[in-house]
C-alpha cells in the first residue's frame, strides 16, 4: 500500500519560518505535491517536485530527497494568513493516481 | 475565469436515495478525479478519469459510479447512498502536463447521508 506521513499540527510566530515535513512510502514516485488548504475551501497547489533538491517560489520553498522518500515545505516570514493545512501528495510511478497525507494544521500566532 | 465548479454545494439526504453530485471544468483538462475528505483520513481517491470515456477506480470506489460522455463533466453518482458516505466531496481537474499536473480544485460538496 501506499503511506504518506506528516505531523497533525504545527504552531509558529507571524514572522518566523516554518519547515513541514512529508515522509512517505510508495509503489514508485512520479512526483510529490504540496496543496494549501484554509478552513471550508478547497486545496490549492502550492510546489511540484519530481527531482531531488529544493524548489523555491517566494516565501515558500520545497525539498525532496527521493532516496529518503522524504520532502519538506517551507515557509519564511509567516504571516497570519498562512495559517491552514498543508497537504503533502505523492504521484506514483503509474501516472494517474494521486495519495494524499493526512495533512498539517499550522497555526500562525501573533 | 478558469474554474472547476461543483454541484450542490450541500446536500443532506436519506440512506437509499439516489443521488449525483455534478462537476465541470472549462479548462480543456484531459484529467478529472473525485476525492472525498474525512477528518484524520484526508483526500482520498474515488475515480478518475484520463478523457473522454476513460475512467479508472481510486482508492476508494465502492459505492460510487461515474461517468465521463464529454471532456468538461465528470458526475459522482451515488446509487444507493449509505451514512458512511457523508463526507466532504472535491471534483479536480488537471492538464496532465507532466512537468507540473496541477490538480485544480472545485469548491466541495458537503453531503449528509442519514
Known amino acids: 500500500g501506499q503511506n504518506i506521513d506528516q505531523p497533525t499540527e504545527m504552531t509558529a510566530t507571524e514572522g518566523a519560518i516554518v519547515q513541514i515535513n512529508c515522509t512517505y512510502q510508495?509503489?514508485?514516485?512520479?512526483?510529490l505535491f504540496w496543496y494549501q488548504q484554509h478552513a471550508g475551501e478547497a486545496p490549492t497547489f502550492l510546489s511540484y517536485?519530481?527531482?531531488?533538491g529544493l524548489e523555491e517560489k517566494g516565501r515558500f520553498s520545497s525539498f525532496l530527497s527521493r532516496s529518503k522518500g522524504y520532502s519538506y515545505l517551507l515557509l519564511k516570514e509567516l504571516q497570519m494568513k498562512d495559517s491552514a493545512s498543508y497537504l503533502c501528495?505523492?504521484?506514483?510511478?503509474?501516472?494517474?493516481?494521486?495519495?494524499f497525507g493526512t495533512g498539517t494544521s499550522l497555526t500562525v500566532i501573533p | 475565469e478558469a474554474q472547476v465548479t461543483q454541484n450542490p454545494r450541500y446536500l443532506i439526504t436519506v440512506t437509499g436515495k439516489k443521488l449525483t453530485v455534478t462537476c465541470s471544468q472549462n479548462?480543456?483538462?484531459?484529467?478529472m478525479s473525485w476525492y472525498r475528505q474525512d477528518p484524520g483520513l484526508g483526500l482520498r481517491q474515488i475515480y478518475y478519469?484520463?478523457?473522454?470515456?476513460?475512467?479508472d477506480k481510486g482508492d476508494v470506489p465502492e459505492g460510487y459510479k461515474v461517468s465521463r460522455k464529454e471532456k468538461r463533466n465528470f458526475p459522482l453518482i451515488l446509487e444507493s447512498p449509505s451514512p458512511n458516505q457523508t463526507s466532504l466531496y472535491f471534483c479536480?481537474?488537471?492538464?496532465?502536463?507532466?512537468?507540473?499536473?496541477?490538480?485544480?480544485f472545485g469548491p466541495g460538496t458537503r453531503l449528509t447521508v442519514l
Open positions: 479536480a481537474s488537471s492538464l496532465r502536463d507532466y512537468d507540473t499536473d496541477t490538480q485544480y
Open positions: 510508495t509503489s514508485g514516485f512520479n512526483g
Open positions: 517536485n519530481v527531482l531531488d
Open positions: 501528495a505523492v504521484r506514483p510511478d503509474t501516472g494517474n493516481q494521486f495519495y
Open positions: 479548462m480543456n483538462h484531459e484529467y
Open positions: 478519469s484520463m478523457n473522454v470515456e476513460v475512467t
